[in-house]
Every structure is written in structure tokens, then in C-alpha cells.
């Protein structure tokens, strides 16, 4: 009995403690849920949302890279819309001319650079900027006329002298007009002021340029490593396989152009590549399909030189006939644009045309943009028109390599020793003949057959070795 009666008192003495502990808890309780009532919801984990198109194009544009051809077109669309309702906003139109400008290059539809023009004409209007400068001076390059974008860069330098985009405009209104020197010093203020992708991309063209063709390739390989968009890596991979062709590496050839059509199927420049590349390795119906793909959607006026040859060279004359008549429409539709391409047009005559009316317009070309590519052209044209000394002049500009033409080129190294022959300077023919064939055994389905028989009718170097060759016949 005494056992039991302790016992519960002991119980009530419990119930009276937990009766003083549980108001208390609840009071806890009540408190801690009021702090967590004012606190915000946690938003659930979800992934940033992507950009929208045309904000994408944007960024592209604004950074001076590439940009995909269906975001661009939203860009496009957005600005115009904008621009209805806003006409005085300066900063717009310059958008607007910039994407325009991309948008005629990536599809060679000239008429957009007009349009260009025009909107970027407004934004100055408006207000002069460095961003609508730059824009004119990239419009001009697009067109090749290096002249007027050599004015419009250096006047956005002078305006904004820290605006990395101008730089690259710059780079390439110097290349055109052959002054390689101020292009060099151009890179060297971009590469001061700027990092990345884009920068990477830039400098290669100019390691190629300089017969760098290592180097390029390196900066391309960082390049489309750090690329931020599909767009702008396929572009640097579509320039890694033209440096691989170039040096007469097909299967790394290939590769490049392949992937940088899966990244972005609308990556024209990738898929004549592989054109050019499937005829040398002689998937012939593969390497037709791949270029009327390209000339389909991008109808330049040297994808259609390229079939055209290809298709002479398979004996498909009236084939071949059916490209040149779209290369000489095409060449019509930019000069209406306010384009020039004088220089494929020459080309194309020195070979298929009339030499004679080639050596006029290049000529004219060389007078005022005296870039590499001309002088070759040049060259080539008057060897062609049967004036062999003229023609050793302009190409061994191109081959000069201490004064600016060190671009590995087989198709140069051929042209070069073709006049030499002419000009019978037998043994540097000899050698840059080799040259040629050595660069890129596959350069041209044309002229890789005629410099093989040109080199087999030169013969051996004669037992006396080569002969010394005077200071004006050196390169």
C-alpha cells in the first residue's frame, strides 16, 4: 500500500511538470512557424531559362561573331517592330544594319546590304556612335570594298578608340588592301584589349596569312573549345578544315567540315568544304550533292567556280556551262548591291572567259586594293593573256613572304611556276611545281593533272644542281 501511494505521487508530480512544458513547446512551436510564414517561398530547382532568339543574335552581333540564321532572323523581325513604333532610338537601328550585314553574308543575299546601309546611315543620323561606325566599316568589308572600310573603322577607332570590335574590321580592311603591317598592329591593340574565342579566331586568320598555318590552327583548336554558341564553334571549325585542305590533310579536312555542319546545318562554308574535299578522295556523287547543297542556300559566286570545275573536270561541259551562267548572275545581283566581286569574276575568265578582259578587270582591282589574293589573280590572268614577264611580277608578290604574301597556298606555288616556265626560269619552275603538289597533292581538279605533266616534261634537276638564281628572279 505505502509502495503504491509513492508511486503516484511520483506520476503527479510529472503530469505537473509536462502540464508547465507543453504550453511552452507549443509557444515555441507557434513562434518558429509565424518566422517561417515571413519568410519567402523557396523557389523550386529549376534550370535557368535559355535565352530567346533574338536575344542570342544580339549577344552574336554584339561580340562580332557569328550568329545562328534563325535567331538572326527574330533579331531581325524584333527591331523592325521596335523601330515602327521607335524611330529615333539610335542604338537600334545600328542592331538592326549589324544583323543585316550578317544575315547578306551568311546567305549571300546581297540585297540585305542595302538594307544595311540604310540603317545604319539612320543610326549615325541619330546619333554618331563607335557601334555604327563599326558596323559600316563590317558592311564594307562584306561587300570588299576595303577602302571605304578602312575609313569607316579608323573613324570608330577615333570615336571609341577602347572598342574592341572595331579592331577586327580593321584587320580586315588592312588584309584587303594589302597592308599587312598596320593589320599586325591592329591585332596587337585587340589582343590587348580583348580575350577569348572570337580574338582566338582573328588571330589565326592572321597566323595564316603569314604562313603561320600551326599556330592558326592552335588558336582555332582554343577557339572552338571555348566557343559560348553552336554558330561561332562551327565557324571555327569550318576555318580549322580550310586550314587542314590547305595543307592536303583530307580525312582532318573532313572531319572539321562534317562536324561543324552537324553543330549548324546552315554552316555553307562547311558544306562546299566538303565538296571540295570529297572530290579528292574521289566520293564524286558525294562531293556534287555537297555543293549544290551549299550553292542552294548560299549561292556565292566561287561555289559555283568550284562545281563548274569539278564538273569540267569530269567531262561535263554543259554541266560546267550551267554554273558559270549562275556565277556570272550572281556577280550582276552583288554589283547591283553595291558589292564587288571582281575578283572571282576575273578568275573565272582567266580560265573560261576571255583572258584579255580578265587581266582589265583585275588590273583594275590591283589599282585599288592591292591585296594578296589579287596579285595572284593578276598574275595568273596575264600569263593566261600570254604576258609572262607582267604576269612573274604580281606573282611573285604573292608569294613574297618578306613583304606580306605568306600564305601557303599550293594554288599559288602552281601559278608561280607556270610563269616561270613560261618565262623559261626552268629550274624555280621545277621547284614550285613541286611545291604545289607537295602543299596539297588535291588542290584543284583542274590544274593537279597539268602540273604533274608540266613537272614530268621539266625532267629531273640536272646533274649540275640548280642553278643560281639572280636577286630579281628570287623570291
Not at 59 to 77: E, H, M, R, Y
Request: hydrophobic content about 45%; glycine content about 8%; some cysteine.
Amino acid at each position: 500500500m505505502e509502495n503504491q501511494a509513492t508511486e503516484n505521487r511520483t506520476q503527479e508530480r510529472r503530469v505537473r511538470r509536462y502540464g508547465r512544458l507543453v504550453p511552452a513547446a507549443v509557444a515555441g512551436c507557434a513562434a518558429l512557424g509565424t518566422v517561417l510564414m515571413l519568410l519567402p517561398p523557396e523557389p523550386p530547382a529549376t534550370r535557368a531559362p535559355a535565352p530567346a532568339p533574338g536575344a542570342q543574335a544580339l549577344t552574336a552581333v554584339a561580340a562580332g561573331v557569328p550568329a545562328a540564321l534563325p535567331d538572326l532572323a527574330a533579331l531581325i523581325g524584333e527591331r523592325e517592330s521596335h523601330l515602327r513604333r521607335h524611330p529615333r532610338d539610335a542604338e537600334s537601328w545600328a542592331v538592326l544594319g549589324t544583323a543585316y550585314v550578317e544575315q547578306g553574308r551568311r546567305t549571300a543575299e546581297t540585297a540585305f546590304y542595302p538594307k544595311a546601309d540604310t540603317a545604319l546611315r539612320t543610326s549615325l543620323k541619330v546619333r554618331r556612335s563607335a557601334e555604327a561606325l563599326g558596323a559600316l566599316a563590317a558592311l564594307a568589308n562584306a561587300r570588299r570594298d576595303f577602302r571605304t572600310a578602312r575609313a569607316w573603322g579608323e573613324a570608330a577607332r577615333t570615336l571609341e578608340p577602347k572598342r574592341w570590335t572595331t579592331y577586327p574590321q580593321l584587320i580586315d580592311a588592312y588584309t584587303g588592301l594589302g597592308d599587312y603591317k598596320a593589320a599586325g598592329r591592329a591585332l596587337e591593340r585587340l589582343t590587348e584589349l580583348r580575350s577569348g574565342p572570337a580574338v582566338m579566331a582573328r588571330t589565326a586568320a592572321v597566323y595564316r596569312d603569314r604562313g603561320r598555318r600551326e599556330d592558326a590552327a592552335a588558336q582555332l583548336a582554343d577557339a572552338a573549345a571555348r566557343a559560348g554558341a553552336p554558330a561561332e564553334r562551327a565557324a571555327c571549325l569550318e576555318r580549322a578544315g580550310q586550314l587542314a585542305w590547305e595543307r592536303g590533310d583530307r580525312e582532318a579536312a573532313l572531319r572539321y567540315f562534317q562536324e561543324a555542319v552537324r553543330i549548324d546545318p546552315d554552316q555553307r562554308a562547311a558544306q562546299s568544304g566538303q565538296g571540295r574535299v570529297l572530290a579528292a578522295l574521289g566520293r564524286t556523287a558525294e562531293a556534287l550533292n555537297a555543293y549544290r547543297t551549299a550553292l542552294a542556300k548560299q549561292p556565292l559566286p566561287q561555289y559555283a567556280l568550284e562545281l563548274g570545275e569539278l564538273y569540267e573536270s569530269l567531262g561535263l561541259g554543259r554541266a560546267a556551262r550551267v554554273q558559270y551562267d549562275l556565277l556570272r548572275a550572281r556577280v550582276r545581283a552583288a554589283t547591283a548591291a553595291g558589292a564587288d566581286e571582281e575578283l572571282v569574276l576575273g578568275q573565272f575568265e582567266a580560265d573560261h572567259g576571255d583572258p584579255a578582259a580578265a587581266v582589265r578587270r583585275l588590273g583594275a582591282e590591283w589599282r585599288r586594293q592591292p591585296g594578296i589574293a589579287v596579285a595572284d589573280a593578276l598574275g595568273w590572268a596575264l600569263h593566261r593573256a600570254g604576258e609572262d614577264e607582267q604576269a612573274l611580277r604580281y606573282a611573285r608578290i604573292a608569294t613574297d613572304r618578306v613583304h606580306g604574301g605568306g600564305v601557303r597556298s599550293a594554288l599559288y606555288a602552281y601559278h608561280l611556276g607556270m610563269i616561270e616556265r613560261g618565262t623559261r626560269r626552268y629550274a624555280p619552275a621545277r621547284r614550285h611545281l613541286q611545291e604545289a603538289l607537295r602543299t596539297n597533292p588535291w588542290f584543284s581538279p583542274l590544274l593537279v593533272r597539268s602540273a604533274r605533266q608540266e613537272l614530268a616534261a621539266l625532267g629531273d634537276v640536272p646533274d649540275g644542281g640548280v642553278p643560281v638564281l639572280d636577286a630579281g628572279a628570287s623570291r
